[in-house]
């Protein structure tokens, strides 16, 4: 995980000299993962305006959009259905019935316990017929590398929005950007992340598996926060069996490959030995 950090290239002068001004005062024994785990903390996920959005130039800032793009994420809810004291089967009934009542108190307690942090997202159009099968909920986590997201029955739900909406949120908070490509001080270390060259317009998902290549890579944006609406909750389920989790290094390894097909660089990152 803390390797990341050598492969990054999308760091801008100050947030990288900052970080490393802050590792030469560390305690020597201090592992490169918790500084990095540190550093998100107080820079990204503990910030009104993260430091990912804090400038409106810089390698890591993504601008090739279409303010019209549909954008979708997919998100764990058992925190959010504790908080609202509603249960799964409730919230899945207000979806079919449109139950404007519950599905609004749900969102509204559920906007209160997000905070600004940066939210991993994918474009719609890239994964359409992931989105069309039944399954769609294990079909976005293995190919969008959600680790974490488990089986058990985790309920999770299907959030759609367009960039527009996002510029527009993002306007409203301060943030003098709204969309950028993930680095590695935009969340804590994870295994399942992998930075992108900086020759790629924007970041690519390393999925749970190694059946892909370059051409069906998943592109990876961070955007800002969004506060959710009763119309962009298309759908809930609960999460069926758990990950296939493959050996990390040969993981890595082949999304290494695959980022330097796509990338046309050779030289990019490090194989796992």
Excluded at 160 to 182: C, I
Excluded at 185 to 191: G, S
Excluded at 226 to 250: C, F, N, Q, S, T
Aim: net charge negative; aromatic share 8%.
């Amino acid at each position: 995980m803390a390797d990341n950090f050598w492969f990054e290239e999308r760091l801008d002068d100050t947030r990288r000299l900052r970080f490393e001004a802050d590792t030469v005062t560390a305690v020597a024994a201090t592992p490169l993962a918790h500084l990095i785990r540190n550093d998100v903390r107080d820079n990204t996920e503990g910030s009104a305006v993260p430091e990912t959005f804090a400038t409106a130039g810089g390698p890591a800032v993504y601008r090739a959009l279409d303010e019209d793009q549909e954008i979708v994420r997919l998100e764990s809810i058992q925190r959010a259905l504790d908080a609202d004291a509603i249960t799964f089967e409730q919230l899945q009934d207000a979806c079919l019935k449109n139950n404007a009542p519950v599905l609004d108190k749900f969102l509204a307690t559920w906007n209160t316990k997000r905070d600004a942090r940066p939210a991993f997202a994918a474009f719609r159009s890239e994964l359409a017929d992931d989105l069309a099968e039944p399954d769609w909920p294990l079909r976005l986590r293995n190919r969008l590398g959600l680790a974490h997201y488990g089986a058990g029955g985790e309920p999770v739900a299907l959030m759609r929005y367009t960039v527009r909406e996002v510029l527009a949120s993002a306007h409203g908070d301060g943030a003098a950007s709204a969309f950028a490509v993930p680095t590695v001080l935009d969340a804590p270390p994870n295994a399942q992340f992998f930075p992108s060259p900086a020759g790629l317009p924007c970041g690519r998902a390393m999925p749970l598996g190694a059946d892909y290549d370059d051409s069906n890579l998943v592109a990876e944006i961070l955007h800002a926060r969004i506060a959710y609406r009763r119309r962009h909750l298309i759908d809930v389920a609960r999460m069926g069996e758990a990950p296939v989790r493959g050996d990390l290094k040969a993981l890595r390894n082949h999304h290494l490959w695959v980022l330097r097909i796509a990338s046309d660089r050779d030289d990019y990152g490090e194989e796992i030995d």
